[in-house]
T-cell receptor, first 116, second 115 residues
């Protein structure tokens, strides 16, 4: 089955600097890679996702890049702000089929702290 | 408002006392799933359901049961809770499309402590 490894487990950056979180996956058939942000005491919420037919996707200060050959994808946050402090989870999935539902496998999480 | 509702938010119980955590969604989603979150381990899937009366095991199903009698509800049942089931639990749902993965919508979580 799919295995997703996420690094680093903790990351501390100065406000205004950039943050990068990296994930690798094992199943070359995975075709959907979402990122979830979980603020303290709250539920995970989708912040950005990418499908395997594109290599990069941006949404304001956040971007995700995908390297299918190397089977890794990364989250990039530029101009970090205090409200970016949270735990971030990557995940990988294949689409649902007649035989089974989509199965989303999560990475271990990265605790990002933005220092003012 | 489209949402996934879990109850209770907090639960403290004793070993062996059966409990149920409820989950309900109002988005007409076919797919529902339960995850547990433990430090350093991320979110691990317990059970999932593709539709009414269709459920299957995730990665950590031992000690848990689920049922899907109605499309909107997907309760998680711990028949005989043990301390190693102390965790933060999330229910999630999404539309189900063949060949097209879709985002998950999470509930607010249930923090369970088993003493």
């Amino acid at each position: 089955g799919e295995n997703v490894e996420q690094h680093p487990s903790t990351l501390s950056v100065q406000e205004g600097d950039s943050a990068v979180i990296k994930c690798t996956y094992s199943d070359s058939a995975s075709n959907y890679f979402p990122w979830y942000k979980q603020e303290l005491g709250k539920r995970p919420q989708l912040i950005i996702d990418i499908r395997s037919n594109v290599g990069e996707k941006k949404d304001q200060r956040i971007a995700v890049t995908l390297n299918k050959t190397a089977k890794h994808f990364s989250l990039h946050i530029t101009e970090t702000q205090p409200e970016d402090s949270a735990v971030y989870f990557c995940a990988a999935s294949k689409g649902g089929t007649i035989q089974g539902a989509q199965k989303l496998v999560f990475g271990q999480g990265t605790r990002l702290t933005i220092n003012p | 408002e489209a949402q996934v509702t879990q109850n209770p938010r907090y639960l403290i119980t004793v070993t062996g006392k059966k409990l149920t955590v409820t989950c309900s969604q109002n988005m007409n989603h076919e797919y529902m799933s339960w995850y547990r979150q433990d430090p350093g381990l991320g979110l691990r899937q317990i059970y999932y359901s593709m539709n009414v009366e269709v459920t299957d095991k995730g990665d950590v199903p031992e000690g848990y049961k689920v049922s899907r009698k109605e499309k909107r509800n997907f309760p998680l049942i711990l028949e005989s809770p043990s301390p190693n089931q102390t965790s933060l639990y999330f229910c999630a749902s999404s539309l189900q499309r063949r060949g097209l993965p879709l985002p998950l919508h999470f509930g607010n979580g249930t923090r369970l402590t088993v003493t």
